[in-house]
């Protein structure tokens, strides 16, 4: 166990393994001699933040953090409804951050790994990938970049795996394998202003990446919040598109799949149910569909969906973006066309210190736990 302290308006950190609880902002001394977690949930400053490095809700394959805070965040939820008399479990999820999350290797131009090819030869890896010598080098780069097929992981799948591959990676070595086939190793370049447009291009607008994504993630978060929290209703926001709003069906009924019956609301009426995105079909009409169920952000609905849930949980991912879609929607005007009084960041601080709404947040979410939100 070990406390940090950090800023003029002192905060306190209680690390917890790899998850992190913030006690709610307060004075270097309100807290001395206090031990945080002995505090009764009727006393203020409420411990109603938890933060932690990875995912609070089990998704995408990820799964240790959230099963080790799922009985706190349990505790939060129930003593949160309690202070606002409402017996409704109903939370936020917000993946505005891991909507945009493809693109953080272009922002924070980290090292990146070596690029491995596989072809028969030079002459085939030639087809896809146009090499040619540099100025000031005689090394062979890459001249566009590309993304190139290689054979699927698994074996079996007849699709290929596409590996993208940076103007101006120089090819390093070329290694003989076993089988007969050529490893040819590139090096990718490091340019913090590379913003990867080619690879946007490619993947993500000739593809309908980022509509297709948006889906499948909003979808997913929603599903898996509402069984993991055994919640009521959630909301899900992108504030880079919208927002939806989905409830459970009746917990006695019947169940899809090992998940409980889910319906999407719209101008809060009944809609349909929510739908599994497998890959498995074509998926084109359900996209379409989910999207019509998306409510247009506005200053007065974020504010209002807020107000009427006890718990708000911010997904990690590229905190740049998010803070971007944050900081916008925080200036905005309201619906009657006058400046916005406090914007639904203070309006989060608010609800925070009043105990009406308790705050999850892992990775970039817990960035942004700090002074740009709480």
Known sequence: MQWLETGRNTQRFLLLGNAVTIISAMTSSSLSGTNPSAMPSTMKPYNNVLLASSRLVPFGGSMTIAHQTRKKAFDLLQETMT?????????????????WNWDTYAIVAGTPQPIKL?????????????????????????????????????????VPTMVWVPKGSILREVNKQDDGTEEFVLEAPIDPNDDRLEHWEQEVVGKQGLYKTRAKLASECMRNMLRFYDLDRIVCWDLSWGVWEAVRGDRNGDAEDGYRCMTLLKDGKAGISLPFFDGTDDESEAIKLFYDYSCPI??????????????????GGNTYTMSLFHHMWDQQQDNGGETNAIGHMQLLRNLLADGTLFYLGHSAGAIMSGPNIL
């Open 83 to 99: 202070r606002r008399n409402d017996d409704e479990r109903a939370m936020i999820v917000d993946i505005s951050a891991t909507t």
């Open 118 to 158: 596989v072809f028969p030869n030079k002459e085939r890896l030639m087809d896809h990938l146009p090499l040619g010598t540099g100025t000031a080098t005689e090394a062979e780069i890459a001249q566009r970049g590309l993304l190139v097929p290689q054979p699927p992981e698994d074996g079996n799948n007849a």
């Open 298 to 315: 506005s200053p007065a609905l974020l504010a209002d969906t807020l107000k009427n849930v006890s718990g708000y949980y911010l997904v």
